[in-house]
């Protein structure tokens, strides 16, 4: 049958608004959560990390916040530009029996386009 | 130091063949996950190898396997492709299994299956 495809949630901006991409998790344990960033013919990119134990972690131009309450995680992008347009994923990783595995579930994603 | 490298980079192949697929970690690392990239289901585990042993495998049927060599280097196989194999498959690479924080994607081998 025909398959259906993700519909991706769309952000577009103009160069030097701050962008800010949300997601959903569902796993009221998850302790630590990935952004990623995949450009156009690559692979995904870490961005930036977070622990359950924090509410906010900042690196350069983004910040992750965290909210336990709603499970819900954000990443903000500061003066965003032309360079950052790809796709966003949030991830967290599995583990099972107390062992960490090299397991990350995805997010559906978010297509960030920057118009300069 | 040189990132994780996946060949051939793009394959075309037909229903019912088998495909191998190639992964060369960073060097150093040990650990080596596929990915499977698709628009309808998003990024999917695929299977994660360390030392040799498969030490966690996705929801994937049978026809995917792979495996890891004591050079850490890592090949997946599809047998029996069907058109819903069509995909972007990546590998990542980590020092050691678990660390997600530390784990490198390569650029990812597309195969279209016709």
């Known amino acids: 049958g025909e398959s259906v495809g993700l519909h991706l949630p769309t952000l577009s901006v103009q160069e030097g608004d701050n962008s800010i991409i949300n997601c959903a998790y569902s796993?009221?344990?998850?302790?630590?959560f990935i952004w990623y960033k995949q450009e156009s013919g690559k692979g995904p990119q870490f961005i930036i990390d977070i622990r359950s134990n924090m509410d906010k972690r900042q690196g350069q131009r983004v910040t992750v916040l965290l909210n336990k309450t709603v499970k819900h995680l954000s990443l903000q992008i500061a003066a965003t530009q032309p360079g950052d347009s790809a796709v966003y994923f949030c991830?967290?990783?599995?583990?099972?029996?107390?062992?960490?595995?090299?397991?990350?579930?995805f997010g559906q994603g978010t297509i960030l386009t920057v118009h300069p | 130091k040189a990132g994780v490298t996946q060949t051939p980079r793009y394959l075309i192949k037909t229903r019912g063949q088998q495909v191998t697929l190639s992964c060369s970690p960073i060097?150093?690392?040990?650990?080596v996950s596929w990915y499977q990239q698709t628009p309808g289901q998003g990024l999917q585990f695929l299977f994660e190898?360390?030392?040799?042993?498969?030490?966690n495998k996705g929801n994937f049927p049978g026809r995917f396997s792979g495996r890891q060599f004591s050079n850490s280097r890592s090949e997946m196989n599809v047998s029996t492709l069907e058109l819903g194999d069509s995909a972007l498959y990546l590998c990542a690479s980590s020092a050691n299994p678990g660390q997600v924080y530390e784990q490198y994607f390569g650029p990812g081998t597309r195969l279209t299956v016709t």
């Open positions: 796993n009221s344990a998850s302790d630590y």
């Open positions: 190898y360390f030392s040799e042993t498969q030490r």
């Open positions: 991830a967290e990783p599995s583990a099972a029996g107390g062992t960490s595995y090299g397991k990350l579930t």
């Open positions: 060097s150093g690392h040990r650990s």
